[in-house]
T-cell receptor, first 113, second 113 residues
């Protein structure tokens, strides 16, 4: 069935370093890939997304890359700050008229000052 | 606040009791989703509405679970005869017709004793 694998499960970096989180998906019909940030006790917050007609998208310190052939996509955070510490989830879905997101297992990012 | 709202934020109940949660989507979002999230996992899709029509249900949604969106605005999720395994965070999300990014509420944390 549909599946999204996310790695690593935990990631610790020094403030100012870069962080990279990787996901692979199984459903070749998936064409929409959002990333969410979830802080303790809160709901997931959409931070960036990418559709399959582009290979890369940037928004300030955050970027996402997509390799449709290999069926994997990655989140890149540059110049990390302590407030970036949270759990990050990737997800995938078929971007038609709606429908479910399939989430990865999450990456707990810790940015040490 | 014009985001997705959920009520209550926390619910503690005894096994066998019924519980009902409410979700108010972002105004004019015609799509509404329910997800369940257990500790250390990504959200898992439960069900999805477009306006008042329930278009998709997960196998996770047993016959003890029922969701409604009677007027195409707010939605309710009811769990009958709760079990300890129902303890989780129940998340609601909404999306507009286009583009269909999903925006999540803060969640309702259910604890079944």
């Amino acid at each position: 069935g549909e599946n999204v694998e996310q790695h690593p499960s935990t990631l610790s970096v020094q403030e100012g370093d870069s962080a990279v989180i990787k996901c692979t998906y199984s459903d070749s019909a998936s064409n929409y890939f959002p990333w969410y940030k979830q802080e303790l006790g809160k709901g997931p917050q959409l931070i960036i997304d990418i559709r399959s007609n582009v290979g890369e998208k940037k928004d300030q310190r955050i970027a996402v890359t997509l390799n449709k052939t290999a069926k994997h996509f990655s989140l890149h955070i540059t110049e990390t700050q302590p407030e970036d510490s949270a759990v990050y989830f990737c997800a995938a879905k078929r971007d038609n008229q709606g429908g479910k997101l399939i989430f990865g297992q999450g990456t707990e990012l810790s940015v040490k000052p | 606040d014009t985001g997705v709202s959920q009520d209550p934020r926390h619910k503690i109940t005894k096994r066998g009791q019924n519980v009902t949660f409410r979700c108010d989507p972002i105004s004019e979002h015609n799509r509404l989703y329910w997800y369940r999230q257990t500790l250390g996992q990504g959200p898992e899709f439960l069900t999805y509405f477009q306006n008042e029509a329930q278009l998709e249900k997960s196998r996770l949604l047993s016959d003890r679970f029922s969701a409604e969106r009677p007027k195409g605005s707010f939605s309710t999720l009811e769990i009958q005869r709760t079990e300890q395994g129902d303890s989780a965070m129940y998340l609601c999300a909404s999306s507009p017709r286009q583009p269909n990014e999903q925006f999540f509420g803060p969640g309702t944390r259910l604890t079944v004793l």
